[in-house]
Each structure stands twice: as C-alpha cells, then as structure tokens.
C-alpha cells in the first residue's frame, strides 16, 4: 500500500498519526521523570512537589484521541480520570479514592441481579456499537460472524477471553475498544489478521503476538490497561 502526502497539506489524522502521537508523549513523561528524580537524588529539586501532577499525561492522552471522531469513550475516561487523580493527589478533597471501592461490589450486584432476570447485554457481533462488560467475574465470548466491525470490551476487578478466530471482516477493517482496571483481557485472532495495537498500559501491561503481512484483515485495538493486563496473539488455522 502506498501512501503519498502533498508537500503543502497536513497529513491526515489516522490510527497510525495517533499511535506515534501517544508513544511521543509517554517517551517524554519518562523522560521527564527520569530527569526529575535524578535532580531529587541530588537534592536540586523537590520531586515530592511535582509528582502528584503525573496523571497530567493521562489529560494529554485523551486530548490527542479527542482527534478521533468515531469514539470519544476513552478520552473522555482519560480525561476524566487524569483529573480526579490530580485532585486526589493534592489531598483538595478530604477523602481517598479509594473509598469508592466498594461501588465495584454495587456495579457486581446489580449485574447479578440483572442477570437472575433475564437481562443479557448484547454481545459483540457486526455491530461498532456492541459492548461486553466483565465485572468481578470473567466473560468468554466466541464471534463467528462474517461481517465483524468490532466493538468495546470493558474489564473492571474481571476478565475477558474474546475468540475471533472464526470471524472475518466484510470491509477488511474493524475497530476494538477495550478498557481493563485490575482485570485482563484476551484476545485470539487468525493468523492472517494484522493488528495495530494503541494501547496505554498503566502500572500495567499490553502484548500484542501476532503475524501478518499488511494489506490484508486489520483490527485496530484501542485500548487503556490500569494495573491490567491485555494479551492480542494469533492462532494458526491447524490449532482452531
């Protein structure tokens, strides 16, 4: 695939601009962290003062995916969450955060309840719009459509085993949203899909394992992994 830029236009904001765009400015935190703490080694800077400002690239993160147009979930949970960190950080308010951990225990309950009812939420299928929710417990979903757009996975205290091994892509492109929080998620694609993985792993980890040449099936994972982890590897025909 070949891809020309006319010399007075500004390129085009796509998956791969972005990508780039996200891994400049977490190099640059890291950077700026390592300088911090040697300055505070050498007692020329009080790191202590600055520190609590640190979620101030989770704001950054969220506001460059605000280019964007076609999901505004994840900045918006970047944003929002950078924010309530800093507050949190700056002791501004006169409780922790974490004394909201007991509302996953109210989200798990109320899914339970939800459940004993009858109430399923939709599984992912063609539509973008499909969203799986694991909440304290672990959800196994399977896809075999043909025409697979992709979809949102969100993991919070929970896990998600997503196979899409028997899918395929009508359109040779779709788009997955996934959010863990103290949870994982994984994700089995065929051999032949090619994977491009934005993803921003915080005191977490992201893994993506898998071959393909580009040019042909594409799944492009937006994703925010907290104290998480998200695994996307392949599965060659013969061990489906």
Known sequence: MNVSITQNQPPAVDGTSAKISVKLIVGIFFTLLGVLLTL????????????????????????????????????????????????????????????FWPIALIFGGLAIVARAFGFRVSHLSGEPASTIWAILGVRKEKVTTRNYAGGRIFAFMGGCELDLTKADMEQGTAELEIIAVWGGIEIKVPEGWEVIGNTVPIMGGAEIKTKAAPGGRRLVVNGLAIMAGIEIKSVAAEAI
């Not at 202590?48 to 605000?66: E, M």
């Not at 999901?71 to 002791?91: E, M």
């Open 40 to 99: 505070d080694n050498l007692d020329l800077a009080d790191a202590d003062r600055i520190l609590p400002y640190w979620p101030v690239v989770l704001i950054a993160i969220g506001i460059l995916k605000f280019q964007d147009r076609r999901n505004k979930t994840l900045p918006i949970l970047l944003i929002g969450g950078g924010a309530l960190l800093i507050v949190f950080n700056n002791d501004w308010l006169q409780f922790s955060i974490f004394d």
